[in-house]
């Protein structure tokens, strides 16, 4: 899957220098309007769902909670514009 992201929250703090805790990721992706149900169809397939209902969740809402491998929170933000 080749997709346009990129890290935002507390990772993204912490790359530019200010230290700050975090449990978990937060990371904005392109998605075109009425194309959020294909990406998170995609993104479902590779990471476990935080909640049920996750998929209804992400095309009302544009944000996709997920969770890593190693159990770590990921919240996917599903932007609309290139300077999102």
Do not use: H
Not at 11 to 36: N, Y
Request: proline share 1%.
């Amino acid at each position: 899957m080749n997709l346009t992201y990129c890290v935002i929250g507390g990772l993204a703090v912490i790359r530019w220098g200010e230290v700050r805790f975090t449990q978990d990721a937060d990371i904005a992706v392109l998605v075109s309007f009425g194309d959020e149900s294909v990406f998170a169809e995609k993104l479902l397939k590779r990471f476990e769902s935080r909640i049920s209902g996750a998929l209804e969740f992400a095309v009302s809402n544009r944000v996709l909670l997920i969770k890593s491998s190693s159990r770590v929170s990921i919240d996917v933000t599903f932007a609309a514009l290139p300077f999102e």
